[in-house]
């Protein structure tokens, strides 16, 4: 990928775990893609192409995101296996910071997180995440980002390199 498409997560990738858990295809099915309901324009049929092989590409209707945001999302379905050039990443960018724009989300609060925000937003391992997770449960909340040291198999590190993107509250 491009550096000028790689942004740093921002907390728009809050929105992104939204729109995984209400796209994603648990089954692993494959989903015919389709640019149904999606702004006939530039980029229409790559974005339907690209986003449509594992859900249904129009989902993107209900979301708006900034740029980074977009850009986030589309960084963390590479991650799960969505596969496009980089040109074609470039025009679904594009497509979709076009025409699904929003303003920007608040920092993710780890001590309301989904896992799969924790894995987008602090860029966790899905173990890591889990383990932050189950230790909130089992401990209550984290009164400082710092207490997430005694998470254990956290790598404390991608939390403390993202403290722009996370709070404790």
Not at 33 to 40: A, F, I, K, V
Not at 62 to 70: A, N, P, Q
Not at 108 to 135: M, S
Not at 139 to 165: E, H, Q, S
Request: charged fraction near 25%; aromatic fraction near 4%.
């Amino acid at each position: 990928m491009t550096h000028s498409i790689r942004v740093a997560l921002t907390s728009s990738a809050l929105a992104l775990a939204t729109v995984v858990a209400l796209v994603a295809n648990p089954a692993g099915q494959t989903v015919q893609p389709s640019g149904e309901g999606l702004p006939d324009a530039p980029g229409k049929d790559v974005t339907a192409r690209m986003c449509g092989l594992c859900h249904e590409a129009r989902r993107a209707a209900s979301v708006r995101l900034t740029y980074e945001g977009w850009s986030a999302v589309i960084e963390g379905m590479i991650k799960r296996g969505a596969k496009g050039t980089d040109e074609e990443v470039a025009v679904v960018l594009d497509y979709l910071s076009t025409h699904f724009l929003g303003e920007a989300s608040q920092p993710v609060n780890v001590n309301t997180a989904l896992q799969i925000d924790l894995e987008l937003v602090a860029g966790l391992l899905r173990r890591e995440a889990a383990a932050v997770v189950a230790y909130r449960e089992k401990n209550g909340p984290f009164k400082t980002l710092d207490d997430m040291k005694k998470v254990p198999g956290l790598d404390f590190k991608k939390i403390d390199g993202k403290r722009d993107f996370i709070v404790a509250m």
